[in-house]
């Protein structure tokens, strides 16, 4: 028994290690030739020559894209400056009615506020704070707002007044506090329906506060707002004031999405439906937290559709303001600095170096920065208080 036992092991060892090592080679040689196949794609992928990999990269083989009209255009590869990233909107100067120089249609003139006087009273001495903030605080922008707003209609520059991305609304009544009985009222948010369409999180939009903080200053949305529109503003036509029927605008507030693309868009819709002239006020600009504005913004600037006409003159509590033209962007800027109520709080100057002192410049104009920590509560209101009309 024992031999057979000595035996048995004797035979049966050594076939034992011979099949392990057959199942070991056989694995080797699969791993062998997954290895291999992985080498074969990785060279095909980086010895491809750089030239066929960025053609890749930026012209893929596109279809015609169609405009509202109908007709077929360019491929969009062929219209897209290179540097823009593809998912970003970009209207042709032909879509484009400010960039056509087809607006000339001001809202009729009339110093008559659309607000009552008492009730605008009632919103700067402190009203304003009934209605939920969505974005940091103001102060010295409201009663900025109204005094530029002043020097605007003052000359003959009347037209709608909106806001994009409102909230709650407290910015839009600040906003609206300025528009005269013929200029219209418009606002846009995703409102609360639409958040999951709210990509960078900003805001909540709600209808059933911004119709209260409406009613909170005296206006009602069926019949003093001219529209409310619903859903993001990339659904927003370029000629946007010709398809909804208003006047270009004269004051808008831009204040939805704050990715690069979408403050793009934003940006080419205001400009796009303003009048020469108009204020166009970019909220977080220069924000740390939100740094696709201030990237949109410059891209806005050099490659949108409006040529030679983005002139920014004012920066204040994380509002960029910006206008259309040259010569008003002067008279805004001259105004202001001249302007003894706002003389404390505005500066010309970024700082000084070896005795020379440096403005503050951008894209190629001069601005005014402000600076309002040290500005009271009850003074802003006295100071707002003091500028309706
Ligand atoms: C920062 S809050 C606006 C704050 C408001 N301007 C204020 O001063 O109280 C941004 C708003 O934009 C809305 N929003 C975000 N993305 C949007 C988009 N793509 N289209 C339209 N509205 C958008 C949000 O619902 C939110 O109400």
């Known amino acids: 028994m024992s031999v057979f036992m000595v035996d048995k092991e004797i035979v049966t060892c050594p076939e034992r290690p011979r099949a392990m090592f057959k199942m070991g080679l056989s694995m080797a040689f699969l791993l062998f030739c997954a290895n291999m196949l992985l080498l074969l794609v990785l060279i095909q992928r980086d010895f491809m020559s750089p030239p066929a990999r960025v053609a890749m990269a930026v012209d893929p083989p596109l279809e015609d894209i169609t405009t509202n009209t109908g007709q077929p255009t360019a491929p969009e590869s062929s219209r897209l400056p290179r540097r823009l990233p593809r998912d970003f909107r970009m209207a042709r100067p032909e879509e484009c009615p400010a960039a056509m120089h087809k607006l000339t249609n001001y809202a009729p003139a009339s110093m008559k506020s659309k607000i009552p006087y008492s009730r605008q ?77 709210n990509v960078d999180v900003s805001g909540y939009g709600n209808r059933q506060a911004f119709r209260q ?15 409310v529109h619903t859903g993001t503003t990339e659904d927003l036509p370029f000629d946007w004031h010709v398809q909804s029927d208003f006047e270009p605008f004269r004051l808008i507030s831009v204040d939805a999405g704050h990715t690069a693309g979408l403050t793009f868009n934003d940006l080419e819709i205001a400009f796009c439906n303003s009048v020469p002239g108009s204020i166009v006020i970019l909220d977080d600009f220069f924000h740390n937290l939100w740094p696709g504005v201030t990237e949109g913004f410059f891209q806005f600037a050099s490659m949108g559709p409006i040529d ?9 509590e994380g509002k ?16 202001l600095r001249s302007e003894p109520k706002f003389k404390l709080f505005l500066n010309a100057y970024a700082h000084q170096v070896r005795g020379s002192k440096v403005k503050y410049m951008m894209n190629g104009v001069e601005y005014l920065k402000c600076s309002s920590d040290k500005l009271k509560r009850d003074t802003m209101h006295l100071l707002w208080n003091s500028l309706v009309y």
């Open 320 to 335: 960029a303001f910006v206008t259309n033209d040259k010569a008003l962007h002067k008279h805004y800027y001259k105004m």
């Open 121 to 197: 009273k009632k919103f700067v001495l402190g009203g304003y704070q009934q209605i939920d903030k969505g974005s940091g605080d103001y102060k010295l922008v409201a009663p900025l707002v109204a005094k530029l707003s002043k020097l605007q209609h003052e000359q003959g520059i009347f037209g709608t007044v909106g806001e994009l991305g409102v909230h709650h609304g407290r910015f839009t009544g600040a906003l609206y506090m300025t528009a005269r009985e013929t200029e219209k009222l418009i606002a846009a948010d995703l409102f609360e329906d639409l958040q999951y369409q």
């Open 213 to 227: 903080g409406l009613e909170s200053y005296g206006l009602n949305e069926t019949t003093d707002l001219h529209l």
């Open 308 to 316: 030679n006409g983005v002139y920014p003159f004012l920066r204040c």
